[in-house]
Structure formats: structure tokens, C-alpha cells
């Protein structure tokens, strides 16, 4: 698995943001996701899609990060879509109960479709 990236898209006239996470996300990866998500919010999209298909490993604090990033958009009227997690990444939501908060999809283009 590759060091952690994220590589942020957004399209202004749908306001979508594609986010594409790389790597395992620990405990210092997260710290550095909250910093990006923040400058994310402060874009102002309408949606913003997680996508996780090449996160092997989620830590506790990354889903915190998430959750965070969840109630910060929707503050703004926005939502917030997790697309494509692996199995690991998909038992570590489920684990911190992510799933009973956020639409996760099976493929980047239901979550983009959704």
C-alpha cells in the first residue's frame, strides 16, 4: 500500500468534491486528513465524496476525523458519501459505527450518482 495522499477534485458547477484517499491511515496520517478537510468545508460544496478504495487500514482517529468532516457539512447544508472501502476499511467504519451516520456505497459511481 502507498504512503497516504489525498487528491481533492472539485467541480464548481455541481459543487461535487472527489476526494481520493491512498494508503493506511494511522493516528498521524489523520491529523494530517483533518487539516485538508478543513480547507475542503471551506469550499463550499454541496457533496463531497470520500473515495476509499485504496485505504487499506482505517484508524479510530481517522473515523473521528470523518465524523467530524460529516457534521461540519452538514452544518453547511452539505452531505458527505463514503464510495468503495475494502473489506478491512468497511469493518473499521462499522467498528466505529460511521455506518449508522453516513451513506457508504459499493462503487465511486453510485456515490457520485446517489
Not at 494511522?26 to 475542503?40: I, V
Amino acid at each position: 500500500m502507498p504512503d497516504f495522499d489525498i487528491a481533492v477534485a472539485h467541480d464548481p458547477d455541481t459543487r461535487i468534491t472527489l476526494a481520493t484517499l491512498t494508503g493506511h491511515i494511522g493516528p498521524a496520517e489523520a491529523q494530517t486528513m483533518e487539516q485538508r478537510f478543513e480547507k475542503l468545508v471551506q469550499s463550499g460544496p454541496a457533496l463531497v465524496v470520500l473515495d476509499l478504495s485504496h485505504v487499506g487500514a482505517l484508524s479510530s482517529q481517522a473515523a473521528a476525523a470523518i465524523a467530524e468532516l460529516h457534521r461540519q457539512l452538514a452544518a453547511g447544508g452539505a452531505a458527505l458519501r463514503l464510495a468503495a472501502p475494502m473489506q478491512t476499511v468497511r469493518d473499521a467504519i462499522r467498528k466505529d459505527r460511521l455506518d449508522t451516520l453516513l451513506q457508504i456505497t459499493d462503487t465511486l459511481d453510485d456515490a457520485l450518482a446517489a
